[in-house]
T-cell receptor, first 119, second 119 residues
């Protein structure tokens, strides 16, 4: 079974600064997807960015970018020019790219990092 | 509607009561997922439907949990004889494609969740 670990329960950053959230994962598979989801207090999960494991190029979405290190099984999220609206729980998640048995249909999430933006 | 909706948003049940949680996926979405999110944790996969077929229920914690999607659209998660450990937020997500199709990733869109409190 795959596991996802987020070692930072909480991070704080000044508005307009840059912050990096860490994520490591464990898998024996070679083909998979990785995601960062944002969950504001309203609870609605929003996809921030995704990375296909077969792609070497790191994904970027405006102020959000990832550092994907496949060999190290590391997938960090960098948020540039932090804004007050970025304050939320951030979850790293994994999904197999091919069906591999019970439970593989769903996403495997880490425990989350609470991001605080200081004005 | 434009997004995934869930009802009720909040549910308080006495221990031993049965509850039913409803999910309305995005119209036309083939795949539907249920997750359980305990306080301070990431969501955990419960079950997956492709249309009306429940293809994976490996994450359901006990036989008190039952999910259905009889017409391939609306889904209901039922919990019988609720226990205090069932207290959590129950998230529903849907995606456009059949989830085991290895063509392209189909993004999961999440609902706002139902917060269940068992007294």
């Amino acid at each position: 079974a795959q596991t996802v670990t987020q070692s930072q329960p909480e991070m704080s950053v000044q508005e307009a600064e840059t912050v990096t959230l860490s994520c490591t994962y464990d898998t024996s598979e070679s083909d998979y997807y990785l995601f960062w989801y944002k969950q504001p207090p309203s609870r609605q999960m929003i996809l921030v960015i995704r990375q296909e494991a077969y792609k070497q190029q790191n994904a970027t979405e405006n102020r959000f970018s990832v550092n994907f290190q496949k060999a190290a099984k590391s997938f960090s999220l960098k948020i540039s020019d932090s804004q007050l609206g970025d304050a939320a729980m951030y979850f790293c998640a994994y999904r197999s790219a091919t069906y591999s048995g019970g439970g593989a249909d769903g996403l495997t999430f880490g425990k989350g990092t609470h991001l605080i933006i200081q004005p | 509607g434009a997004g995934v909706s869930q009802s009720p948003r909040y549910k308080v049940a006495k221990r031993g009561q049965d509850v039913a949680l409803r999910c309305d996926p995005i119209s036309g979405h083939v795949s539907l997922f249920w997750y359980q999110q305990a306080l301070g944790q990431g969501p955990e996969f419960l079950t997956y439907f492709q249309n009306e077929a429940q293809l994976d229920k490996s994450g359901l914690p006990s036989d008190r949990f039952f999910a259905e999607r009889p017409e391939g659209s609306v889904s209901t998660l039922k919990i019988q004889r609720t226990q205090q450990e069932d207290s959590a937020v129950y998230l529903c997500a849907s995606s456009f494609g059949g989830y085991r199709d290895r063509v392209t990733y189909n993004e999961q869109f999440f609902g706002p969740g139902t917060r269940l409190t068992v007294l």
